[in-house]
């Protein structure tokens, strides 16, 4: 035991009393909540940096004479408090990834990154017992230092009782002099950046104590100061020489503000003001998603609708409490071989807190959150965050989203909307939060999009994905991107493929340290060059400008921003469809897609770290808003929530009124040729027709009463 333990106390009581004297008087006062007092690693390292250094290898020690000489100190003072010292902002050298710890960190100090993936219920522990000797009445104090079990007194002390041995007397304990502490388990998992590729994440119990219980949810991000420490497994009531790790927290630092794990210098910061500053900047921003990624005339649109959404809109709360989203919800559909998945890669990497799930080998339970048996021993039910908690505050990139069962897709919706997950399992109801934008790809049931006529929407091809139709609205842009044969681009995709490929390095070789990882030159690069020739903004600084976009710059719209938008809205609503004076007119805009341009400029704006979006903001988000629109050749908004087409709707309702006309003429029923021959006048089809009239049928609102004869049924 080295020095510093045994005038532990000592020192505590200068430091306390120099550094920490308003403190203490704010304990005295009983101000504060709980009777906890900070103390920053950095502030003992000034005081005394042998002490400090001391805590990081004997913390169990010193860190309980702190906490005993705290309570010295009140109670010197006139307030008997059961006072407590937790140390914070540890060293980086004391920095450990969670699946390095081992026996040489055993007992020391240690601070890890984590998640927080299960928390168990709160439960009471007795800290300090008291027992009572049935003999002679004395008192016995012993602290209980091992969770797992009640340590008794062996003896009676002779100096203050009988001095009987636990064989000739009972010990009782007694619980209302007792001192009792609240306690938590959690469960953590280290940070998915950290893991090897191919790898598991680690996870590991961590017991929580006293002032720190409830303050951490499934889906937190923390860096946890623990003491690791050990206990002997068990097996067939026999203890084994392998022991398991259980993590004691000390303290824990919550990422108050999002993207803390992405640090920015001041160097940083100017060269990202800096680029800010170009004039081509969305051309740029454009060309650095997944540079290696030819892209032709759709995918550039698709690159800046991504590089937009990686920068969303602002999310605002309203006076009466409810939110409103900011993140930008894309869909890409396209043929296989174009790219999608390697999209999808690339953005949940490069986005801060990006995840990638497969709708194939993804559950609701996996999206959401899934119920479990408790990992800590008492049988009961806890929560265990999916995908889309995981990724508050980022973005959530499901691949396959055809392929996620239709009773799964139910759960998307309000994480979608909403951003919250209501979770009722297993006796549990919680709300999580899923503050996350969601890039989703689909490929069609067929194996290929069939053909696209003149003036099919792309909502024909979203129902060849099997997705039903009000999914469709949650998103804010729907792409479709085909695998057409064109000779120039053709020629063009395969030099660039056949460039990216033999640029590349052996990973094999790369192992074995044969060659120079390609990524490496990039670290500390503002702009890398493509094989192409074009220049583009590396991941890591790509990273770092989101990051303190999304950190520092909250636009609001300015009046010229919001007249732009205002007038494109006013004007869609008002001129469309309109001229022929039916009610039957499609809509081409609602609210939803309102909301939608309003988070483009927003992204706009920030990508450009401007702090309030105005005209030219608005322009580039209507041209994205407009080109996908007519790109998907949607005429008609509420087609994005039923999946039927306007000219489908207005063609029944003309059908209907033939045939009710018809009948009218006539004895009560209606001839298919003379049907045929008056739907002809108006412009409408023979399969059209037909296939309306056999929805009618079905429906039963027609019968045949003969071959080839309609009527209506009474």
């Known amino acids: 035991m080295t020095m510093a333990v045994h005038d532990a106390s000592s020192r505590w009581r200068t430091f306390l009393n120099q550094a920490k004297e308003k403190e203490i008087t704010l304990l005295l006062s009983k101000q504060t909540q709980t009777p906890v007092i900070e103390v920053s690693f950095h502030d003992l390292t000034g005081f005394d940096p042998d002490f400090a250094e001391d805590i990081l290898n004997e913390p169990r020690q010193i860190l309980g004479s702190g906490s005993a000489t705290l309570s010295d100190i009140c ?6 408090l059961d006072a407590m010292v937790r140390v914070t902002d540890l060293p980086r050298d004391s920095r450990r990834p969670l699946r390095e710890i081992g026996s040489s960190d055993i007992e020391k100090l240690r601070s890890v990154e984590v998640s927080v993936t299960k928390v168990s219920e709160l439960k009471p522990r007795i800290h300090r017992a008291v027992f009572l000797c049935q003999k002679c009445g004395c008192t016995i104090e012993v602290d209980q230092k091992n969770e797992r079990e009640l340590e008794e007194p062996l003896e009676c002390p002779q100096e203050t009782g009988c001095g009987s041995s636990s064989r000739e007397t009972r010990f009782k304990l007694v619980m209302n002099i007792s001192r009792m502490i609240n306690n938590q388990w959690l469960e953590v998992q280290e940070l998915p950046e950290n893991v090897p590729s191919g790898a598991q994440p680690r996870r590991g119990i961590t017991l929580v104590e006293g002032d720190l219980v409830n303050k951490h949810l499934p889906g937190e991000r923390i860096t946890a100061n ?12 026999k203890k084994t020489p392998m022991f398991d790790i259980i993590y004691h927290l000390v303290s824990s630092e919550h990422e108050s503000v999002p993207f803390t794990e992405i640090k920015i210098s001041e160097e940083d910061r100017e060269v990202i003001m800096e680029v800010s500053e170009r004039e081509d ?15 032709t005339r759709v995918m550039n649109h698709v690159k800046r609708s991504l590089a937009l959404q990686l920068f969303g809109g602002v999310r605002r709360s309203t006076s009466d409490k ?3 989203r900011g993140d930008i919800h894309i869909l890409l ?3 296989p071989g174009v790219a999608k998945s390697q999209l999808l890669s690339y953005m949940s990497n490069l986005a801060p807190r990006g995840k990638l799930a497969s709708g194939g080998g993804v559950t609701g ?6 119920a479990v048996k408790d990992a800590f021993g008492d049988g009961r039910f806890a929560l265990e965050a999916g995908v889309l908690p995981l990724s508050d505050k980022g973005l959530a990139a499901i691949d396959e989203f055809d392929k996620i069962t239709k009773e799964d897709r139910s759960a998307i919706h309000p994480a979608m909307e909403q ?25 069609p049931k067929e194996g290929r999009f069939s053909r696209r006529g003149p003036n099919q929407s792309v909502l024909r091809m979203y129902e060849e994905t099997g997705l039903p139709a009000p999914l469709a609205s949650r998103f804010d842009i729907i792409w479709m991107i085909r695998d057409e044969v064109k000779a120039e681009d053709d020629a063009r995709i395969a030099k660039h493929i056949l460039d990216t490929r033999t640029s590349a390095m052996s990973e094999i070789k790369l192992e074995e340290s044969m060659e120079i990882d390609p990524s490496e030159p990039d670290k500390d690069q503002v702009y890398s060059t493509g094989v192409d020739g074009h220049e583009h903004l590396t991941l890591d600084f790509l990273r770092k400008y989101v990051a303190y976009a999304k950190r520092h710059v909250h636009p609001d719209l300015d009046d010229d921003a919001k007249t732009a938008i205002h007038e494109y809205y006013i004007s869609e609503r008002q001129s469309y469809g309109r001229e022929d004076g039916s009610d039957e007119a499609p809509v081409p805009v609602t609210a939803r897609a309102l909301e939608a341009l309003i988070r483009l400029t927003e992204a706009h704006a920030r990508m450009h770290l401007r702090q309030v979006a105005n005209k030219r903001d608005a322009a580039v988000a209507l041209a994205v808003f407009k080109h996908w629109r007519d790109e998907s050749g949607i005429e008609d908004d509420s087609e994005l929530y039923s999946g039927v087409p306007h000219r489908q709707r207005n063609a029944n309702t003309v059908i209907r009124q033939v045939v009710r006309d018809i009948c009218q003429e006539t004895d009560g029923t209606a001839e298919l040729v003379d049907i045929l021959n008056r739907c002809r006048s108006r412009n409408l089809t023979e399969q059209a027709v037909e296939e309306a009239l056999s929805k009618m049928r079905m429906s039963g609102e027609l019968f045949m009463p003969r071959n080839d004869t309609y009527s209506f049924a009474r």
């Open 75 to 80: 109670k010197e003072r006139g307030v008997d």
């Open 226 to 237: 623990v003491i690791p420490v050990v206990h002997s497994e068990v097996k067939n009531r």
């Open 281 to 295: 900047l969305v051309t740029l921003m454009q060309r650095s998603i997944a540079p290696s990624i030819f892209a």
């Open 322 to 324: 409810s939110h409103l």
């Open 333 to 335: 559909m396209g043929d």
């Open 365 to 370: 339970a996996g999206l959401t959150a899934a």
């Open 419 to 443: 951003q919250q997950i209501h979770v009722a399992k297993g006796g549990i109801t919680a709300t999580l939060p899923a503050r996350c934008a969601v890039l989703a790809a689909a490929n």
